[in-house]
C-alpha cells in the first residue's frame, strides 16, 4: 500500500511538470528610450518621446513625486477649456495619468502621437527653471471627438529633486486664437 501511494506520488510530480525549469520572462521594456532627465532638455525629450510611444511609466517620470520633491503637481487649463470641460479644474495627477492612459488607448494601434516642441524659451534659477513652449500635438483615433490637432503654447515649472532629476511641477497651457488647445484634449478624454 505505501508502494502505490508513493508510486502515485512520483507519477503526480513527474506528470505536473513541477521540477522543470521554466523560460525567462523577456526584460520589461517600459523604460525604453528614457533617458535621465539630469537637466531640464531631457525632460522635455523624455515627456515628448513617452507622449509619442504611449508609455504611462515614462509620462509619469516626467512629473513630481511628492516622495522626492515636497510640491504637488499643478495644472492650469487654457481659456475656455475649464468651463467646457470642468474636471479640469482641480486637476492633479491622478487625473494626469488617467487621461494619458485614455490617451493610449484611443490611439489607433500601429499609429503614434504626434507631438512636437518649438519656440523654446528659458529662464534658470538654479534648482527650478520656467520653459515655455509652442507645441503641435496630433492623435489618430477611431473617436472622431478625440482624432485631429491640438496646438497652444505651454509654460512649465521645473524643479530638480532630491535624486538630482528635473521634474514637471507646474504646466499653464495657452490657447492660440481659436486652435483646439492640449486642455481641451484632456477634457475629452478624461
Excluded at 532627465?37 to 509619442?52: C, E, G, I, R
Excluded at 474636471?87 to 484611443?106: R, T
Excluded at 527653471?129 to 472622431?144: E, G, H, K, P
Excluded at 497652444?152 to 486652435?179: A, C, M, P, T, Y
Amino acid at each position: 500500500m505505501k508502494k502505490n501511494i508513493f508510486l502515485l506520488f512520483i507519477i503526480f510530480l513527474v506528470s505536473c511538470d513541477l521540477l522543470t525549469t521554466r523560460s525567462p520572462e523577456p526584460p520589461n521594456t517600459s523604460a525604453k528610450n528614457n533617458i535621465a532627465a539630469t537637466n531640464p532638455d531631457s525632460l522635455f525629450k523624455n515627456l515628448q518621446s513617452s507622449v509619442q510611444q504611449g508609455i504611462l511609466e515614462n509620462y509619469v517620470s516626467c512629473f513630481v513625486d511628492t516622495s522626492f520633491l515636497k510640491r504637488k503637481f499643478r495644472f492650469i487649463p487654457s481659456s475656455g477649456s475649464s468651463s467646457q470641460f470642468p474636471v479640469l479644474n482641480g486637476w492633479n495627477m491622478d487625473a494626469e495619468k488617467q487621461y494619458f492612459q485614455n490617451q493610449k488607448i484611443k490611439t489607433v494601434s500601429g499609429t503614434s502621437v504626434v507631438l512636437n516642441f518649438s519656440n523654446q524659451l528659458n529662464t534658470q534659477f538654479g534648482d527650478s527653471a520656467v520653459y515655455q513652449f509652442d507645441y503641435s500635438l496630433t492623435i489618430t483615433s477611431n473617436d472622431r471627438n478625440i482624432n485631429g490637432s491640438y496646438a497652444g503654447s505651454s509654460e512649465f515649472k521645473v524643479f530638480r529633486d532630491s535624486r538630482n532629476q528635473w521634474v514637471i511641477v507646474g504646466w499653464s497651457d495657452l490657447r492660440k486664437s481659436n486652435l483646439t488647445s492640449w486642455s481641451d484634449l484632456k477634457g475629452r478624454l478624461y
